[in-house]
């Protein structure tokens, strides 16, 4: 009976390289939760890619001005056989630190298609606005008394 290799690997060294990025993340890209945020009028929008993730595992957790997401995704089956397994298992976290100008009572959140979007409103304070200018001939002259 022949058994079809439907993959090979031959370089431990890069299947050590390989691992320890996905544990241990790099500089550019964080393991297990990468993100993107930018701001778009008057929101804050932060998305996580999350794929696979069961909606019932994720959790959000804010305390001041920390944002706490936290997901997990189930070990692998003890049955199977696997060929290859590189998608990162286990429970994640990643914390956020927001400035004060964010308004974090109002936090909206969002999972569809892997995809956790956050959406955090810019707080009134922080809003620009103008400020009325008084000037000296916009007050009535005031009585002197020598």
């Given at each position: ?144 008394n020598a």
């Open positions: 009976m022949e058994v079809a290799t439907m993959l090979m690997r031959t370089d431990p060294f890069r299947d050590l390289d390989r691992w320890t990025q996905q544990v241990f993340g790099t500089a550019v890209q964080p393991a297990a939760m990468p993100m993107d945020a930018w701001r778009d009028g008057d929101e804050f929008v932060v998305e996580f890619d999350l794929p696979g993730i069961d909606p019932d595992s994720l959790d959000l957790d804010v305390e001041r001005n920390v944002v706490t997401v936290r997901a997990s995704r189930p070990g692998l089956d003890a049955n199977r056989s696997m060929i290859a397994a590189e998608r990162p298992r286990g429970v994640f976290s990643r914390q956020l630190f927001l400035g004060e100008s964010l308004d974090t009572d109002q936090i909206r959140a969002d999972y569809r298609n892997g995809v956790l979007r956050l959406s955090i409103p810019v707080a009134e304070k922080a809003k620009p606005r103008k400020i009325e200018i008084a000037r000296d001939h916009d007050r009535e002259p005031a009585a002197i």
